[in-house]
């Protein structure tokens, strides 16, 4: 059973930053990644993601574009959100959901446990 443990949330005043991080345990490795959010009273979002570790190609939702970028460290099975220029819309719960490889194995897909950012006006 694999694991995905994420932090780096919290509260920022707008305009500020925050880092995620999304890792997983030394026997595993992360493949493709997605950054989700959930605001109350709405549905979960995808916020965007990083493709397999071969490629690291990245897309992000429209709204967070030029301000959110998703970066990996394969040395230390982390990968991350960096969230600039934040805005008081961008609070939400944030959410990894990542494939696990260990051994060459694919584990499946994975949630984090979620990390509240709240952005202050």
């Known amino acids: 059973q694999a694991h995905v443990v994420e932090s780096g949330g919290g509260l920022v005043q707008a305009g500020g930053s925050l880092r995620l991080s999304c890792e997983t345990s030394?026997?595993?490795?992360?493949?493709?990644m997605n950054w989700y959010r959930q605001a109350p009273g709405k549905q979960r979002e995808l916020v965007g993601g990083?493709?397999?570790?071969?490629?690291?190609?990245?897309n992000y939702v429209d709204s967070v574009k030029g301000r959110f970028t998703i970066s990996r460290d394969n040395a230390k099975n982390i990968v991350y959100l960096q969230m600039n220029s934040l805005k008081p819309e961008d609070t939400a719960v944030y959410y990894c959901?990542?494939?696990?490889?260990?051994?060459?194995?694919?584990?499946?897909?994975?949630w984090g446990q979620g990390t509240q950012v709240t952005v202050s006006s």
């Open positions: 959901n990542a494939e696990i490889y260990s051994g060459g194995n694919n584990l499946g897909d994975y």
């Open positions: 030394d026997t595993e490795s992360i493949n493709a």
């Open positions: 990083i493709s397999s570790s071969e490629s690291d190609e990245t």
